[in-house]
Nanobody, 124 residues
Framework: DVQLQASGGGLVQPGGSLKLSCAASGFTFDDYAIAWFRQAPGKEREAISCISSSGESTYYADSVKSRFTISRDNAKNTVYLQMNSLKPEDTAVYYC?????????????????WGKGTQVTVSS
C-alpha cells in the first residue's frame, strides 16, 4: 500500500530551524511530484511547497519563500523540507502528498496520495 510518512517535527523557538522528512513507499517515487502542506487548528490547509519528480523544479508559498527549502533524494524515496527562521505562525501539522502528474495541482491541494503529518510548534 501507499505510504507517505512525515517526520522530524518538534518544538522550536522563534528563529530556529527544523528539517522535516517525508518517507514514501508503495509507488514509483521518482514518477511523482511531492508537496508539503500544513494546517493549524481552526485554519484552512495551506500549500507550502512542491518539488517535481526529478527535483529540478521547486515552488513555494509566499509565506515561506526564502525561509523554507524543499529537496528530494530519489535514491532514498525521501523528500525534505528545511525550515529556517521559524515564526510562531508556522505552528501547524505538516503533511506531505504525492501527485503523478507534477506540481500543477499543488497549490489547490489536488494530490493523488496524502500522508500522516508531523507537528511543528514554534514558541518561546
Amino acid at each position: 500500500d501507499v505510504q507517505l510518512q512525515a517526520s522530524g517535527g518538534g518544538l522550536v523557538q522563534p528563529g530556529g530551524s527544523l528539517k522535516l522528512s517525508c518517507a514514501a513507499s508503495g509507488f514509483t517515487f521518482d514518477d511523482y511530484a511531492i508537496a508539503w502542506f500544513r494546517q493549524a487548528p481552526g485554519k484552512e490547509r495551506e500549500a507550502i511547497s512542491c518539488i517535481s519528480s526529478s527535483g529540478e523544479s521547486t515552488y513555494y508559498a509566499d509565506s515561506v519563500k526564502s525561509r523554507f527549502t524543499i529537496s528530494r533524494d530519489n535514491a532514498k524515496n525521501t523528500v525534505y523540507l528545511q525550515m529556517n527562521s521559524l515564526k510562531p505562525e508556522d505552528t501547524a501539522v505538516y503533511y506531505c502528498a504525492a501527485d503523478r502528474w507534477g506540481c500543477s495541482s499543488w497549490y489547490s491541494g489536488g494530490m493523488d496520495y496524502w500522508g500522516k503529518g508531523t507537528q511543528v510548534t514554534v514558541s518561546s
